[in-house]
């Protein structure tokens, strides 16, 4: 009895491996998502600002005619948001090869890719925080100013990095069992 369960665990992919896959595709599109909201929003004058540019009710515009910190923060925080994503995506890829060809450094692969990619998101949350939130706060005020208000992408940022984390720790292990299921010997009788 023992037998058939094994020989079906080695044919069919295994429920860590199926949560691997569905947790890291979720990632790609929960990252493309906070990649698309608005990441702060300015109440007094319905200005929403997204990570591309920001728009108001004249339309949507770049921040290369914005004044400091607006035209460093933003475009610095959409390239860690992009590479956090570029990252997702090769980690997939890394789970992909690891269950089609059993390669053995998928699982170094898993980890480098998404503890980077997690990390990318994390900073560019944090430094659209520290960089432009806090240059507008003052420490005779009690909170940052009333008008300027944190937007989804940035809430969703801080979750998204650790659904990251925990996408490439299920990937890992995934991995490291698919290797060991390629690794073990079946005998023909």
Do not use: N
């Not at 801080?158 to 990251?164: K, P, Q, R």
């Amino acid at each position: 009895m023992e037998e058939v369960s094994e020989i079906s665990l080695a044919r069919h992919p295994s429920d860590l491996v199926r949560a691997a896959l569905v947790l890291l595709i979720l990632t790609i599109f929960l990252l493309f998502g906070v990649a698309s909201i608005p990441w702060l929003d300015y109440s007094e004058s319905s200005t929403t600002y997204y990570l591309g540019g920001f728009c108001d009710y004249e339309g949507c515009h770049g921040y290369t005619d914005r004044a400091e910190p607006f035209r460093t923060v933003f475009p610095l925080t959409y390239i860690l948001v992009l590479t956090a994503l570029a990252v997702s995506v090769f980690e997939l890829g890394f789970l992909v090869t690891s269950i089609l060809r059993r390669w053995q450094w998928s699982g170094v692969g898993i980890l480098i890719t998404g503890i980077l990619g997690s990390i990318a998101l994390l900073v560019a949350a944090l430094y659209l925080y520290f960089g432009l939130l806090m240059t507008f706060w003052s420490p005779t005020s009690v909170p940052p100013t009333a008008p300027w208000g944190m937007g989804a992408g940035l809430f969703m940022a801080f979750v998204v990095a650790v659904l990251f984390l925990v996408a490439t720790i299920v990937a890992f292990f995934a991995a490291r069992h698919l290797k060991a299921l390629g690794s073990e010997r079946v005998s023909p009788s």
